[in-house]
């Protein structure tokens, strides 16, 4: 500063604000910051890493949306569609008809289709369409006219995973149950799917009217009836949706779809915002930890600066810009990072998205996510920062380093409420629900609490529990865990944090996985043998068990559904919000027997098995979590719409069903005598011995009975396999976000740490130490930081999982040893190698060199 008797002296404000457009503020602030600079970016980089993962989450999102609301229609192929299980009657196709510019219709089942020159079969979707379906966006086929040619002739279009398994070629000729169809092109981009079976089994089309030829259609009771219409006017279209109410169908309209995408997408991004949230606090938390170690080390400076008459809002703003600085550093690189990740994932996965989606920046987004990461680390530095109006000129004349700040109370409830509105920003940015937001950050408070807590019992341990008589160099590590400018705070953060988010999803991957596999279920079916008629079931059972297969079950189905509970109609329920909407959609597969199978439990009631013809009312048996949303108990009474037959139905007893098995369960279960008149179908499952194939058994199956679908479960396990560990690899991908500021805050505290050991070995050196000594000193020293690092970050995890493992996955909840003490055994291998690595060189300065550099 100027001397105050110069003639060009220019007294610093004392206001805040006018102090950070001072010049002489912003010069101090670089000089200042010269010998820190490096050790100040090293903690700028954990920013980068949350501010990137937030933007490049929030960008993916909003170029998704983007796309969906531009090729919405597309994505339905129509103004509105219909669904129904039932064929529809002449008359309300024809008043639909009249409602619409163009109209076309599609049925949809499940069936073998049989490969005659392969000798092999297998279950697709048949999806038979006339019309000029879709009315918006293309289908892609080669030859390019083969869509156009299914219209005119008889012939199939299929999907090219087919053509590829099976070898065949354009020509070839395929058996669709009694009709041979000539292959007359492949489907490179397929129509628009509504939301069936379709994307497990593989698809096929042709025109509506070969349908009736092949013999299935009559037979199948699992067929999609589907209208299709070109209709701009809202305001028939509501006419419709209101006129049809009462029959169950399903409409979608263009919006329904958008909302419906929009849902799922927000859903997982929100999920995946949420780890990219804790990615950017964790870097926070790093930045406000080098900022208060860089501001321990200028006590002395800003004493003499206040001794000098500088006053402490100036002294204030110095610090404050350099906190600034280094949050826009981190910020804007985390978020032209961000930008470049959205860019390159869009590009690079671009032919497997189901929509066009232009890999452009999202400008805006960028900006709004720099500059709420910006703001968080802003919010955090505020509380080191705070701390300098407590620093007197007096302290100048003190032992500026052994002491530390004294918070005043009133800035610190003022810089507490400035982050507790940050914070409740950013969950609010990424769960626009405002309660949950609000849980979020109150749960994500706890979880660094209890990182905290642990670290302040780590402490205390170290101090009251390391003895006298243990090993000289086995004492010194250890007690410079609760030694002054320790770093066992920042390393329980950083590790502990990494370490229960990677072991929390590890867990609940493996959990996902586990319910969907069959592999220890060998008393389980794994073949399904679909809607075989009556006539046709000894016949079936007969070709199974002439295959040395097991007949495991075998059931009859009647579709149902419910009208009305307890006298109150269902639809007027939903729309009270009493009971979920897929209670009012769904077409319940109920079933009737006279036994329970052991995956069944009676837990209410008494399980009825004779049914007296002249009560009014029958007994049905309810899956016990079914009876919750339907929100009744026993004695209360359904009225259930059985194919256009109405009965009511007595609650009679509750069942918990063990639905992993992939055994034949039922939300409902009646008496056999009261729907053994009922139309409907049979299932039969059987079981495959692991490692053989059931290609003779859909080979026999399609020649003797084309309408059976046999569904092989291993199948779909895998695809669905493969979908969960695509998921997981993105949300592992996320995690290393997390990863990557956890490691960013560890070099930086190693880094702060390291002049600190360098006077501690010299001190030691000066006194006999040898190299190899200080070294094993180091390492025990990050082996106990590490160890317990992993040791919380494993228990917080493990405290999370069992719940989830009870109550969603219905797993054990013992996920077992080897990856809990592997990840321990990471984050103490890896804190032992860090330490060392970042600690390189602290042996080879002489005692002397050391302590003039002090």
């Not at 000289?472 to 229960?500: D, E, M, W």
């Not at 052991?598 to 009631?605: D, L």
């Not at 009312?617 to 016990?624: A, R």
């Not at 009511?648 to 279960?669: C, E, G, H, T």
């Amino acid at each position: 500063m100027p001397a105050p008797n110069s003639q060009n002296y220019n007294p610093p404000p004392t206001k805040l604000l006018k102090a950070l457009s001072h010049p002489w503020v912003w010069r101090m602030a670089w000089r200042d910051g010269r010998s820190e600079r490096k050790r100040l970016s090293v903690f700028a980089l954990a920013i980068v890493s949350g501010v990137a993962a937030l933007t490049a989450i929030h960008c993916v999102k909003v170029s998704v949306e983007a796309a969906v609301d531009v090729q919405a229609k597309a994505l339905l192929g129509a103004d509105l569609q219909i669904s129904s299980r039932e064929a529809y009657e002449t008359a309300d196709t024809e008043f639909i008809s009249s409602k619409a510019e163009s109209l076309s219709r599609e049925v949809a089942f499940s069936s073998m289709l049989f490969f005659p020159e392969a000798d092999a079969a297998k279950l697709v979707q048949v999806r038979g369409v006339d019309g000029k379906f879709p009315f918006y966006g293309d289908i892609e086929t080669k030859p390019s006219a083969a869509w156009q040619l299914i219209q005119q002739q008889r012939g199939v279009v299929l999907e090219a995973s087919l053509m590829d398994q099976f070898g065949l070629k354009t020509g070839d000729t395929v058996k669709l149950g009694e009709l041979n169809l000539t292959i007359l092109g492949v489907v490179t981009k397929p129509a628009p799917r509504s939301s069936r079976f379709s994307g497990i089994a593989p698809e096929i089309y042709l025109n509506l009217n070969e349908l009736e030829a092949t013999g299935l259609l009559g037979t199948s009771s699992l067929s999609f009836h589907t209208l299709y219409l070109k209709n701009n006017n809202a305001e028939q279209i509501k006419e419709l949706r209101t006129t049809y109410a009462s029959k169950g169908w399903r409409f979608e309209t263009p919006e329904d779809r958008r909302d419906s995408l929009g849902k799922t997408l927000d859903v997982f991004q929100q999920f995946l915002g949420i780890i990219a949230m804790v990615a950017l606090i964790l870097g926070a938390i790093g930045v406000a930890s080098a900022i208060q170690t860089h501001l321990n080390r200028r006590i002395s400076s800003i004493a003499i600066l206040r001794c000098l008459g500088c006053p402490g809002q100036t002294a204030y703003a110095v610090y404050l810009v350099q906190s600034l600085a280094l949050g826009v550093l981190g910020a804007l690189s985390g978020g032209m990072l961000g930008i470049l990740l959205h860019v390159s994932l869009l590009h690079i996965f671009k032919d497997q998205l189901p929509i066009t989606i232009e890999a452009s920046p999202q400008w805006l987004t960028a900006f709004t996510t720099t500059a709420i990461g910006f703001a968080v680390c802003t919010a955090f530095t505020f509380l080191p920062l705070s701390r300098i109006s407590s620093i007197s000129p007096g302290r100048a004349l003190n032992n500026f380093t052994a002491q530390g700040f004294k918070q005043q109370g009133r800035s610190l409830l003022a810089v507490g409420s400035f982050l507790f509105i940050m914070l409740l920003i950013l969950a609010w940015f990424n769960i626009p629900d405002p309660k949950r937001a609000a849980g979020m950050v109150v749960g994500l408070a706890i979880v660094l609490a209890c990182l905290g807590g642990t670290a302040r019992l780590l402490i205390f341990l170290a101090r009251r529990l390391t003895r006298r008589s243990w090993p000289y160099l086995l004492r010194q590590g250890l007690s410079n865990l609760h030694r002054p400018q320790n770093q066992t705070h920042l390393f329980l953060f950083s590790l502990g944090l990494g370490a229960f988010l990677l072991l929390f999803i590890l867990l609940a991957k493996n959990a996902a996985l586990e319910r969907i596999t069959l592999s220890d279920m060998k008393d389980s079916p794994n073949i399904y043998l679909v809607d075989v008629q009556a006539g046709q079931l000894e016949g079936v059972t007969t070709l199974v068990k002439k295959l040395d297969l097991p007949v495991l079950e075998r059931a009859p189905i009647v579709t149902m559904r419910i009208k009305s509970i307890k006298g109150v109609a269902v639809r007027e329920l939903q729309e009270k919000g009493k009971v979920p909407r897929w209670i009012l959609q769904r077409e319940f597969r109920s079933s009737y027997r006279d036994n329970l199978s052991n995956t069944e439990t009676v837990v209410a009631g008494e399980w009825s098995t004779n049914y007296d013809k002249m009560l009014t009312t029958v007994p049905v048996s309810l899956e016990v979590d079914m009876a919750k949303d339907l929100g009744v108990i026993l004695g209360d009474e359904l009225e259930i719409d059985i194919q256009g037959v109405l009965i009511q139905a007595k609650i009679a007893s509750l069942r918990k069903v063990d639905w992993s098995r992939f055994n034949l369960n039922f939300f409902m279960l009646f008496p056999s005598d009261v729907l053994k008149d009922a139309p409907g179908f049979h299932i039969v499952t059987t079981r495959i011995p692991e490692g053989s194939s059931s290609g003779q058994l859909q080979r026999e199956l399609v020649k003797q009975f084309p309408n059976v679908s046999a569904i092989d479960l291993t199948l779909i396990l895998e695809t669905v396999n493969s979908i969960l560990q695509k998921v997981s690899l993105v949300i592992q991908f996320v995690v290393g976000f997390t990863l990557a500021s956890g490691l960013a805050i560890l070099a930086g505290t190693l880094l702060n740490g390291r002049d600190q050991r360098l006077r501690e070995s010299a001190l030691l050196r000066t006194l006999g130490a040898s190299t190899r000594q200080i070294q094993s000193i180091l390492v025990v020293e990050y082996a106990a930081l590490g160890f317990f690092s992993g040791l919380t970050g494993v228990l917080l995890a493990l405290t999370a999982y069992i719940p989830l493992s009870i109550w969603v996955f219905e797993s054990s909840a013992w996920p077992g040893v080897f990856l809990p003490l592997l990840v321990i055994a990471a984050t103490t291998l890896l804190s032992v190698l860090a330490g060392l690595v970042l600690s390189r060189g602290v042996c080879r300065h002489s005692p002397l060199e050391v302590i003039n550099s002090a």
